[in-house]
């Protein structure tokens, strides 16, 4: 639904003038110490975790999109395929307190359509004997209390936007339901309460209209996913938007697969 808007309004823009589609074309290739300026014609989507895998896919096919994207990074610096697209690049680290709060304070007044808490971590353990409860206790940190915190302190830029969504990147690890194969102990509960999260997100922010869902992106080909995943980057990514696309007011509080199906909690 937010895609659609956008294509309106960019298609009414260059319907009244060839100096507004010079602009948002110009938006594509604008130079570096332009790319902070925001267009306030389009729909802005900020991502958590954009320097690499999912959440750079994201701000890519974003970026192609026409809308105004801000992918956060821990080190900006060192983010050189993230830096090479047409999106404003800011710091973020989700499991640090201080670093949200300073991002909330450089975004004071902007306003933000689409917050997609994507950055996560996955500790590679099996079985119970091999869990390591520091690893597990980040992984909640940075997949339970990283999403709740960058949700908190940007929910007054979401209030003024139009969009008014909320995607959490979960994972199918994450359903209660689907468990039968057990192990990856620390990960799985962090989706799982991330999913809780949602679902009472969803509840307490219902009547001012946002839509707050969760959707897994399948098994995909990142560092996380490993090379022998069955989907690549841009599938995930094509499909997850898809299903963004298309959210409503009535799909807050939801749990989605990447391919559009309905996932059990
Ligand atoms: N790939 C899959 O098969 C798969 C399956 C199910 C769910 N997921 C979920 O999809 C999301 C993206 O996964 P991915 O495959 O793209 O993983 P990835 O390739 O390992 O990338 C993870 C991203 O999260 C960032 N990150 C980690 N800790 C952070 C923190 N404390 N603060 C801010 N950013 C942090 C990383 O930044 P640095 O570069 O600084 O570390 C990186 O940008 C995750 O939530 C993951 O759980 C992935």
Redesign the pocket.
């Known amino acids: 639904m937010i895609e659609i808007e956008v294509r309106q309004i960019v298609l009414a823009v260059a319907a009244v003038g060839m100096v507004a589609v010079t602009a948002v074309a110009g938006a594509q290739t604008a130079p570096k110490d332009e790319k902070e300026a925001t267009d306030t014609n389009k729909k802005t989507v900020l991502i ?9 896919e994201f701000a890519h096919q974003y970026a192609e999109a026409g809308w105004n994207v801000i992918g ?4 900006p610096e060192s983010a050189t395929e993230l830096n090479a697209l047409s999106v404003r690049v800011m710091k ?5 307190p201080k ?1 949200v709060a300073a991002l909330a304070s450089d975004l004071k007044g902007a306003s933000i359509d689409l917050l997609i ?6 500790p590679r353990v099996g079985s119970l004997e091999e869990t390591d409860f520091a690893a597990a206790l980040q992984t909640y ?3 339970t209390l ?1 999403p709740m915190r960058v949700t908190r302190a940007l929910l007054p830029n979401l209030r003024e936007g139009s969009g008014k969504t909320v995607v959490s ?5 994450g359903s209660i339901e689907n468990n039968t194969s057990g192990r990856y102990y620390g ?1 799985r509960e962090s ?1 799982a309460a991330l999913n809780m999260f949602t679902k009472s997100l969803a509840s307490e922010l219902r009547d001012d209209g946002f839509i707050c869902v969760v959707i ?11 090379p022998g ?1 069955n ?1 690549t ?1 841009e599938e ?1 990514i094509s499909g997850m938007r898809a299903v963004i696309s298309k959210l409503s007011p009535e799909d807050t509080g939801t749990y989605w697969n990447y391919n559009g199906d309905s996932l059990p909690w």
């Open positions: 958590t975790g954009a320097n690499r895998g999912l959440g750079l956060t990074a821990r080190k973020l680290d989700v499991a640090d670093s808490n994507n950055a996560g971590i996955f940190e940075v997949n990283g990147i979960t994972s199918g690890l990960y989706k897994s992106p399948g098994w995909v080909q990142t560092d996380m996913g490993g995943a989907l980057p995930s």
